[in-house]
Structure formats: structure tokens, C-alpha cells
């Protein structure tokens, strides 16, 4: 039984209720049918993103090597479909899921019935359909009297034209187009440009009136990024590397190609590698640019400054003579020569050929400490360089004073301290420039898409180590090196003297050397700067290229050496580089001999001491 108070509090609420679904469905059905259904209704601010800027070598005539084209991303919200009524100017009935989905997938070049599945998925909103640059599939998914249910997005598809090659310089982006590696991330700034916006109104359907806009501002295209590397250069060092790698059965490896006076990056190669639209599912490994971002001892490759340090400061020349005994009571525990057996006494030029542990040991015992670390301080040892790759280490080199006596011997011979290969280049370019180090650079010029004046790499001059004296004196005794008698026999190259040498480094596992795992190297310059093409030439033929070369091995093979395995990876890419620079031969008597085979006969007695080896 219902009280006199309850029925009317009854009643009163389903008045209130009976009013307010009535106004709620006046309101509905007038936003449907209303006369001035094209007229707008609010104003909107929408963001134009810029252009990202392209990546070119160093010529630039070649074409981008990186660059990005505006699309359209198309994207699925089967919400919106399923409430949206479609009607086309003239058309009676409104267009059903299905034709609307048939016309989706046929614009798009997509399958219907994927596209029909995934419009019923309705728990599922903004599905990913496509993304396409063709202007008349934009204009009728965007007409909302043909389409419905398909969110457009403005975006941009990044091209690398090289595919893998160059991908440790150039880089990567993100799905959010912000780099992420390499150039794209050193200058992301430079390369994202300025976005743009317009302010306009929409209509009652959600669709912008573009002949009612109220501002806009165009974006400004973002800076054009170009390197010092030379495409052609970078694709023989990434195949000689490549090859090397299988024919020598090493994991990884990495090279670099420096000119001589510039230190201008004219190649950079590092395996494995990946694919920069793939980079968020590369590796750890394959994104690490070993050329930069790895440490390593660099073994005999550093005996060279030790050699520096001693004729710079006077203490030797290069005909000074050392005793070959290892059991001599004026050095503290000297390192080994393996097997080698030497003459009694050898010279500080002989010790680079045939890379005596010993003299050189005892070389860095004499310098001292405190004067050796300065000389591989001036090297840039110790320091980054500079160059404008992310992600680079500066190597570790102790301070002298925590030298204990053992290291006063290891460190010359490169043992004890850690190096990057890029700081191992540019102590060769020093030495290649008569004594002067300049910063290395992969990027020449910075071009803004506004007129203003490009931003140009500066060369900088890093250090002077060493005199110009010095500098030949060294590159004199190097020639030996890639000679019969020196350890880098497959380094030659005809017509062309090459002051290089070679580095056998021992791996550090579980805080031990291992005997069987190693990192091969050898860094030449070519031609060496210290030879006359003729007799009547004043000066010699200058120094053109410092090419660098590391094999890292993680099994035990017969081509551990660098003499064995870098040094025919260099003498491929610098044959080629020489070839396509037009360096003219510095010794072009060789060339003038009818001995076509020679090259195949140094490889084939390397290979036949290589095989004594492994047995």
C-alpha cells in the first residue's frame, strides 16, 4: 500500500526523468538533421610536422644517402564505423560496413576480408591499417560522405638507400621519428626542422574546412647532414671486410680509412651490422660501432709511438742498437719474443720490422713512465677524439704514477692500456703529418633549408706529438714492415711504399691473456710520404690514406696474425682507394717489372707458414 507522500515523490522523479530523455533525444536527433549541418562548429588547432632532413656523402652528387618522403598512416577505429552513418550526396540508403570496408582495403591495396575482420573488433580501436604517400586514396579516406572509421595520421617514411651499409654512421630513428643512433641522433636537432600548424574551424562532422582556416604556418624543412665519407671508398672497405671475415673465420671486425692531412672520415665499416628500420630488433652487438664504442689492447700496433717517444725525446735513433736478452738485470721482468731467435743485438728500426717485444720493452723501460704517458697523451690516448659519432669511449691509459714496474714494459708493446681504433687512425694520421694530429670529422657541412650560411666542420688541429723529423725518421723505419722480411708481407702493395704495422693482441679472458684467442691488426700509410717517385723530384710523394684493420676472433684459427689476416684486408681496401683517388704510385719502377704474380706468391707462402702453424 503506497502512502499519499511516496506517490507523488513517485511520480515527480519519472517527470524529471520523462523531460530529460526527451530533451537528450531532441538534442540527438537535430544534430542529424539539421539544415546548417555544414557550418562550423568550433575552431581547431592542428600541428604540420616538418620534413626531417637527408643525409649525403660526401660529394652529395650521388643523390641522398638518407632522406625522408611525407605519407599518410591509416588507421582503423572500428567504434567510430560502427556509429558513423555514411550517406553519399544523392544516395538514399547509407553505405554498409562492408562497402566501406571493400573500399578501404582496395585504396590501401590491402585484403577485404582482413579488413572486414578487424572492423567487427570493436574492443580494438586505432588498428594499424597502412601508411602511403597516393594523394587520391588521402582524399577519399578523408571524405567522411565516403569513409568512415579511418583515423590519418601524418607521417614520413625515413629511406636508407644503402640499405645496411654506412648504418654505424648514419644511424637510426624511432617510431616517434627522434634519433637514435649515429648521425640521426648526434643531429637530431639540426635534422627534425621547425613544425608548422594551422588554426581553421571544423564542421559538424569532425572534418576540417580547409576553406575556412584562420592561420598557418608552413614548417620549415629540417638541415641537410653532409659527411666526409665517400661512398665508393665505404662500399669497397664494407666488402673487403665482409669477405675477410668468412675467408678468415673471425667474428666481427671493423676498419677505417682516415686522409692523411685532413683526418677526414673517408670510410668506416663495422661487422655485424643491421638495418636502420630494423634497429629497434638488431642486436646489442650489431648496433655497436666497434670503430668507436670498443676498447681494446691494441698490441704491437703501439710499439710505433713507443719508437715516436724515444726519437722525439733523442734518447735512441733509429740505427741504436739493444740487446736481444731477455734475462738483462737493468729491466724488471721484460715481456717475450715466443720462439723468435735474434741476433745478439738488434736496432730500433729492426724492432718495428720484426716487432721485438724485448727492445721495444726495454725502450719504454728507458723512456720512463711519466715521459711515455705523456707522448701517448699527446697521441690522444686516453681522451676521445672528437669525432661526430655518439657513443664513443676514450680508452683507458692509467696515470703514470699507478704504473707499477711491469708496466713500464707491457704498456710500449700495448699491453695494459685499452685504445678505441679510431684513436689508434688518428695516432697513425699524426704520424702520416709530419707530426700533426687534427680532429677527425665525419660530417663536413651542415646546409639549414632557410638560406642561412652552412655550418662547416672546422679542421682543428688536435696536437703536435712529435716533428716533422720525427715523423719521417718513423715512417722510415716502418717501410720495413710491409716488406719480405717484415711482418706484414701481404701488406705490399706494387708501386706503392707502405709505412704500416701490425698488432697481434692476446684477449683478456677471466682476468687472464688467453693462448689461443686474439685481435689481429694492422694500420698502414699509403703511399708513405717519405719516398721520391724520381730522383729529380725535390720533395717525396705525400702521404694520401691511414688505413686501419682488426679482425676479432673468438675461436682459435690459423689466421690470428695480423700479418696473416689484416694485412690483405688493407692492402685490398687501400689497392682500390689508391685506385679510385688517382694517387700516383710513389715507386713506379716496380710497375715496369713483368712479375704479375707476385702478390699470389706472398699469399701463398703466408698461407703455407700459416698452415705450420696451426699444425
Same mark, same amino acid.
Given at each position: 500500500m503506497m502512502f499519499k507522500g511516496e506517490y507523488a515523490r513517485f511520480w515527480w522523479a519519472v517527470a524529471v526523468l520523462s523531460l530529460f530523455a526527451a530533451y537528450s533525444s531532441q538534442k540527438l536527433v537535430r544534430s542529424h538533421f539539421r539544415s546548417d549541418a555544414d557550418e562550423p562548429r568550433y575552431e581547431f588547432k592542428r600541428v604540420i610536422p616538418s620534413c626531417r632532413g637527408s643525409i649525403f656523402a660526401?660529394?652529395?652528387?650521388?643523390?641522398?644517402?638518407?632522406?625522408?618522403?611525407?605519407?599518410?598512416?591509416?588507421?582503423?577505429?572500428?567504434?567510430?564505423?560502427?556509429?558513423?552513418?555514411?550517406?553519399?550526396?544523392?544516395?538514399?540508403?547509407?553505405?554498409?560496413?562492408?562497402?566501406?570496408?571493400?573500399t578501404i582495403a582496395s585504396l590501401l591495396s590491402l585484403d577485404y576480408g582482413k579488413v572486414l575482420?578487424?572492423?567487427?573488433?570493436?574492443?580494438?580501436?586505432?588498428?594499424?591499417?597502412?601508411?602511403?604517400?597516393?594523394?587520391?586514396?588521402?582524399?577519399?579516406?578523408?571524405?567522411?560522405?565516403?569513409?568512415?572509421?579511418?583515423?590519418?595520421?601524418?607521417?614520413?617514411?625515413?629511406?636508407?638507400?644503402?640499405?645496411?651499409?654506412?648504418?654505424?654512421?648514419?644511424?637510426?630513428?624511432?617510431?616517434?621519428?627522434?634519433?637514435?643512433?649515429?648521425?640521426?641522433?648526434r643531429y637530431d636537432r639540426d635534422l627534425s626542422g621547425v613544425p608548422g600548424y594551422v588554426r581553421g574551424y571544423r564542421d559538424a562532422r569532425g572534418a576540417e574546412m580547409r576553406d575556412r582556416e584562420i592561420e598557418r604556418v608552413e614548417p620549415k624543412k629540417g638541415a641537410d647532414i653532409y659527411l666526409t665519407i665517400d661512398s665508393h671508398l665505404q662500399y669497397e672497405a664494407e666488402t673487403a671486410l665482409a669477405d675477410g671475415l668468412r675467408q678468415y673465420e673471425a667474428a666481427s671486425g671493423w676498419c677505417v680509412i682516415l686522409d692523411a692531412r685532413t683526418a677526414d672520415v673517408l670510410a668506416m665499416a663495422s661487422l655485424p651490422n643491421y638495418h636502420p628500420l630494423m634497429f629497434g630488433r638488431a642486436s646489442e652487438d650489431a648496433k655497436l660501432n666497434r670503430v668507436t664504442s670498443i676498447t681494446y689492447e691494441p698490441g704491437s700496433v703501439m710499439k710505433v709511438i713507443t719508437a715516436c717517444a724515444g726519437l722525439e725525446s733523442g734518447l735512441v735513433g733509429p740505427d741504436s742498437l739493444y740487446s736481444t736478452r731477455r734475462d738483462d738485470d737493468r729491466y724488471y721482468r721484460l715481456p717475450g719474443d715466443g720462439s723468435h731467435v735474434w741476433e745478439p743485438r738488434m736496432t730500433v728500426r729492426d724492432a718495428i720490422v720484426h716487432s721485438s717485444n724485448i727492445v721495444i720493452g726495454k725502450l719504454g723501460f728507458d723512456l720512463g713512465p711519466e715521459q711515455l704517458w705523456g707522448f701517448m697523451k699527446e697521441f690522444g690516448f686516453g681522451a676521445k677524439t672528437g669525432v661526430e659519432i655518439p657513443g664513443e669511449e676514450a680508452g683507458i691509459l692509467p696515470?703514470?704514477?699507478?704504473?707499477?714496474?711491469?708496466?713500464?714494459?707491457?704498456?710500449?708493446?700495448?699491453?695494459?692500456?685499452? =685504445?678505441?681504433?679510431?684513436?689508434?687512425?688518428? /695516432?697513425?694520421? %699524426?704520424? *702520416?703529418?709530419?707530426? +700533426?694530429?687534427?680532429?677527425?670529422?665525419?660530417?663536413?657541412?651542415?646546409?639549414?633549408?632557410?638560406?642561412?650560411?652552412?655550418?662547416?666542420?672546422?679542421?682543428?688541429?688536435?696536437?703536435?706529438?712529435?716533428?716533422?723529423?720525427?715523423?719521417?725518421?718513423?715512417?722510415?723505419?716502418?717501410?720495413?714492415?710491409?716488406?719480405?722480411?717484415?711482418?706484414?708481407?701481404?701488406?705490399?702493395?706494387?708501386?706503392?711504399?707502405?709505412?704500416?704495422?701490425?698488432?697481434?693482441?692476446?684477449?683478456?679472458?677471466?682476468?687472464?691473456?688467453?693462448?689461443?684467442?686474439?685481435?689481429?691488426?694492422?694500420?698502414?700509410?699509403?703511399?708513405?710520404? =717519405?719516398?721520391?717517385?724520381?730522383?729529380?723530384? /725535390?720533395?717525396? %710523394?705525400? *702521404?694520401?690514406?691511414? +688505413?686501419?684493420?682488426?679482425?676479432?676472433?673468438?675461436?682459435?684459427?690459423?689466421?690470428?696474425?695480423?700479418?696473416?689476416?689484416?694485412?690483405?684486408?688493407?692492402?685490398r681496401i687501400a689497392k682500390a682507394a689508391l685506385r679510385y683517388l688517382e694517387v700516383e704510385p710513389d715507386r713506379p719502377d716496380e710497375l715496369m717489372d713483368v712479375d704479375v704474380g707476385d702478390e699470389d706468391e706472398i699469399d701463398k707462402i703466408m698461407d703455407e707458414r700459416a698452415s705450420r702453424l696451426d699444425g
Open positions: 660526401a660529394s652529395g652528387s650521388g643523390g641522398p644517402l638518407v632522406m625522408s618522403i611525407p605519407c599518410w598512416e591509416y588507421r582503423l577505429d572500428p567504434v567510430a564505423l560502427t556509429n558513423a552513418v555514411v550517406r553519399p550526396r544523392g544516395e538514399k540508403l547509407p553505405r554498409t560496413r562492408e562497402a566501406i570496408c571493400r575482420k578487424m572492423s567487427e573488433n570493436t574492443s580494438n580501436r586505432f588498428q594499424f591499417l597502412a601508411q602511403s604517400t597516393d594523394t587520391a586514396a588521402h582524399d577519399i579516406l578523408d571524405n567522411r560522405r565516403l569513409v568512415a572509421g579511418v583515423a590519418i595520421l601524418d607521417r614520413q617514411i625515413r629511406q636508407y638507400f644503402n640499405n645496411r651499409g654506412l648504418c654505424h654512421v648514419i644511424g637510426a630513428i624511432n617510431k616517434e621519428g627522434v634519433g637514435s643512433a649515429g648521425i640521426e641522433l696515470f703514470w704514477k699507478r704504473w707499477d714496474k711491469v708496466k713500464w714494459s707491457r704498456a710500449p708493446i700495448g699491453q695494459g692500456v685499452s =685504445v678505441t681504433a679510431m684513436q689508434l687512425a688518428s /695516432a697513425y694520421q %699524426a704520424i *702520416a703529418n709530419d707530426g +700533426v694530429r687534427m680532429k677527425p670529422h665525419v660530417v663536413s657541412k651542415v646546409v639549414y633549408s632557410d638560406g642561412r650560411e652552412p655550418r662547416v666542420s672546422h679542421r682543428e688541429i688536435a696536437a703536435r706529438p712529435i716533428s716533422p723529423a720525427t715523423s719521417r725518421k718513423v715512417r722510415e723505419m716502418m717501410l720495413g714492415v710491409a716488406s719480405a722480411s717484415g711482418t706484414a708481407r701481404r701488406a705490399a702493395i706494387k708501386g706503392y711504399s707502405v709505412a704500416g704495422k701490425t698488432g697481434t693482441a692476446q684477449k683478456v679472458v677471466n682476468g687472464r691473456y688467453s693462448d689461443s684467442l686474439y685481435r689481429a691488426t694492422f694500420c698502414g700509410i699509403v703511399p708513405s710520404g =717519405v719516398v721520391m717517385r724520381s730522383e729529380s723530384d /725535390a720533395d717525396p %710523394a705525400p *702521404a694520401r690514406i691511414v +688505413v686501419l684493420v682488426t679482425l676479432d676472433f673468438e675461436k682459435r684459427t690459423k689466421f690470428h696474425q695480423g700479418g696473416n689476416s689484416a694485412a690483405p684486408i688493407f692492402r
